[in-house]
């Protein structure tokens, strides 16, 4: 079954900036997509969760949300099976829980087939 591994979150004063990785098991063809979710502190439950970034089966294509256009970025690494989310100029709305959800690029935000564990950023001055 497919595993998504985050790790990189942590604790950064506004303005500051992050990297989030994620390792994906196994590489895939066609359609499938892999995207960042955020899931803010007290949400509940897994609905709650919105999507950030995505990025089309570790090709060049990607979308994000408006509100992190201009400020974050999707690289990916295909030999290390890895994505990453480049987070800068960070600001306190910007913290919760990170995941990486394994998905469809026609349903990037909309439908999710697999979940990492998350990992927590905090901004905070």
């Known amino acids: 079954q497919l595993q998504l591994v985050e790790s990189g979150g942590g604790s950064v004063q506004p303005g500051g900036s992050l990297r989030l990785s994620c390792v994906v098991s196994?590489?895939?063809?066609?359609?499938?997509?892999i995207g960042w979710f955020r899931q803010a502190p007290g949400s509940e439950p897994e609905a709650a969760r919105k999507?950030?970034?995505?990025?089309?089966?570790?090709?060049?294509?990607?979308h994000y949300a408006n509100s992190v256009e201009g400020r974050f970025t999707i690289p990916r690494d295909v030999a290390k099976n890895t994505v990453y989310l480049q987070m800068n100029d960070l600001r306190p709305e910007d913290t919760g829980v990170y995941y990486c959800?394994?998905?469809?690029?026609?349903?990037?935000?909309?439908?999710?087939?697999?979940w990492g564990k998350g990992t927590l950023v905090t901004v905070s001055s």
């Open positions: 196994e590489f895939t063809l066609g359609d499938h997509a």
């Open positions: 999507g950030v970034s995505c990025i089309k089966n570790f090709e060049t294509q990607t």
């Open positions: 959800a394994a998905t469809r690029w026609a349903l990037c935000f909309i439908r999710v087939n697999h």
